[in-house]
């Protein structure tokens, strides 16, 4: 991030947080059993389908992380019939792959 010709790390504006090392594209591991789905304003994950079920991630499965809002992260998706693409950030680990950093 460039801010004033200058390039910076760590940014706080009007609180909202912006940080360089979280960066969309890095390859997370599901530590779990993990619920995606929408995400609510407070920051938690609303997985449930309209039948009823939840849709969910299993251990082991690799995603690729585009965006963070509070302790939630976004996906892409590797399903058209997923209507939301959040994932807590507590249910995954991000992959050290020479472009990813810890979390």
Known sequence: MLLNGKEINHLILGGETFDKSFTAGKKAR??????????????????NASDGGNYIKQEGDIVTVIARYK???????????VRGSWISINDIEFIDDGNVGGK
Do not use: P
């Open 30 to 47: 599901v530590n779990g059993l993990a619920y995606i789905g929408d995400i609510k304003k407070d920051g938690t994950i609303n997985s």
């Open 71 to 81: 302790d939630a992260v976004a996906i892409l998706s590797s399903s058209s019939f």
